[in-house]
């Protein structure tokens, strides 16, 4: 068995690129508290390096610093222990200023042993900014691949999430421009959810949800994170949900709807349509091409949900595994 040391520890993506039998365990999170930094350490390296044989990071790991990042992969290479990065954000979702996380990003696709990504326009960004190629292993399934429930009225349910309000959320023009396209349509109920948090970092965002509340076709959630059940109910009752992102790179939620078959449209600006053919690529910051969202909306809302290749689905997620697998023993067995 091989052990693996992943940073993030307990994230539902790491548990899922592996499956049970395939020869890799996941060191367990040191601690229920643990951060990134506390792993991310020479001295962590030291202590722990009997635990593991390799090192995969993902994301998470904002908060540790270059002298920091420098010392870690010293120790790393002071113990004789491969590091594996995978490049799941070109850019940071959740901070406008990009130059910290690129510099990590830079620094950790030139220093890694085995070098990943999600997806081929991923893997050309890559390669285009930083002159090394990943190796592209797809995103695992995030919820049990199952069918969606029916409808139960015959309106097209739409979801958008704007969680806190972070940088990379899009804002009024999008909510804006969906309600007053569908805001009094009796086949569409647009769902638009939203932190608390997001009244103080958004206020004129804010003001705009409060407007649109008013109108027939529009729901208006403001509610606080929630656990993983409720948050696969959520996804389960939507038709269709819209990633509202002004830029990013993956998207677990996208593979969230694809295992429960809700669709999902994303915007041009990422590589999230390239996740999987069925996500549909809308510029969402341009209000002329809400037109054709919109259109494509009405055009949904007389089909039926398409239902989910639970096979592949699952087929997909052991290919994953065994992907990961072979790289681990490839590094740790030269």
Not at 65 to 77: E, I, K, S, T, Y
């Amino acid at each position: 068995m091989l052990t693996v040391a992943s940073v993030p520890a307990r994230h539902v993506y790491t548990r899922h690129i592996g499956v049970p039998g395939d020869g890799v365990a996941r060191l367990a999170p040191p601690d229920p508290t643990y951060r990134a930094a506390d792993m991310m350490a020479p001295a962590w390296v030291e202590a722990h390096a009997a635990d593991f044989a390799c090192f995969h990071t993902h994301f998470g790991f904002g908060e540790v610093g270059p002298d920091a990042l420098v010392a870690w992969r010293q120790a790393l290479c002071d113990r004789g222990r491969p590091l594996v990065h995978t490049v799941h954000d070109i850019w940071n979702p959740h901070v406008e200023d990009q130059r910290h996380h690129l510099d990590q990003v830079a620094f950790l696709v030139q220093e890694a042993d085995a070098l990943t990504t999600l997806t081929d326009r991923a893997a050309d960004i890559v390669e285009r900014r930083w002159g090394r190629r990943p190796q592209v292993i797809a995103h695992p399934h995030v919820l049990p691949p199952a069918d969606p429930p029916p409808r139960p009225d015959r309106r097209l349910r739409v979801g958008l999430h704007l969680k806190d309000g972070r940088p990379s959320i899009l804002g009024t023009t999008l909510v804006r421009g969906l309600a007053d396209r569908v805001g009094r349509d009796p086949r569409v109920r647009l769902q638009v959810s939203a932190y608390p948090r997001l009244r103080d970092r958004r206020p004129r965002l804010a003001r705009t949800l409060d407007e649109v509340a008013d109108l027939p076709s529009v729901r208006v959630r403001w509610e606080g994170f929630v656990d993983d059940a409720a948050f696969a109910a959520r996804i389960r009752a939507l038709d269709v949900a819209v990633l509202g992102y002004r830029y990013g790179t993956h998207s677990g939620w996208a593979e969230a709807c694809l295992d429960v078959g809700t669709r999902v449209i994303a915007p041009t600006g990422t590589c999230i349509p390239a996740q999987h053919p069925s996500i549909v690529a809308a510029d969402l910051g341009d209000p002329r091409a809400l037109d054709d969202v919109v259109a494509q909306l009405r055009d949904w809302a007389d089909a039926p949900r398409p239902r989910v290749d639970r096979v592949g689905r699952r087929r997909a997620r052991r290919s994953i595994a065994a992907a990961h697998a072979d790289l681990y023993h490839g590094l740790v067995d030269a």
